[in-house]
């Protein structure tokens, strides 16, 4: 990948890409899409119910309940393990329903939403999905557009990005072509757009140089969606479930050790 592009002109950046700053043909977008791949944060995960109720019945908690219920039933005490058994259906239940709605809703709303882009293609503007985009495509940006790609700008007219889920500044940045130093920050890069961010006011062109996962809305992405380490909550929790299943379980040995030797005596 293309590094410390927002130091480059425009010329350089397309020549470097092997594209041109009128665009791509066709052809050429298809091969860099099999290449690249889609131009998507993540693949998304089909919605299974078996995923999402094994998600709710997965924690330590709830499996020491059920571990209790067993050890209750197997030691005659019905009614405690009973009760147990209805706090734990009925627990994963609630959250099972409520995970579930609401993953179909996301899916459904994202179903509904099919954003596109405007890109040169063939020296023609066509529009195509954003999923479409590939390293090399000029974008043709106005008022309302979302900014699928990390690009940079060829020119512009009084345009305006609002980039605060990338750099926390409520206000819209203007953008306009020229160079920047390699060191600069990503806030002050106002040559480039980035993925993740709108286009609030003016026109723009620019060429795409990263998609997906590459560009920085990706590599946030790909950080938030690492496994977050364990916070000392979370370890009481684990370290209590781990101590509690010890102890039924030697409850558990000690009733059966009892009633051997009662029956033995007994006999």
Sequence with gaps: MLENYWALEPAKVARELSSRLEGLS??????????????????????????????????????????????????????????????????????YIREYNANLAASALKARIRARARVLRDATVIEIPLNEIVPGDVLILSAGSLVPADAVLIESSDCYVNEATLTGESFPVEKRPGLVLASTRLAERTNCVFAGSNVRSGTARCIVVKTGRATHFGTIAHRLSLRPPETEFDRGIRRFGYHAHDRDADHYAGSVRGSCCTWTSGN
């Design 26 to 95: 066709a052809a050429e977008a298809e091969e860099r899409l099999k290449t690249f791949g889609p131009n998507e944060i993540r693949e998304d995960d089909r919605l299974s119910r078996w995923k999402v109720l094994w998600s709710q019945v997965r924690s330590p908690l709830q499996l020491l309940l059920v571990f209790a219920a067993l050890a209750s039933a197997l030691t005659g005490e019905w009614t405690d393990a009973i009760i147990v058994l209805l706090i734990v259906i009925a627990s994963s239940g609630i959250g």
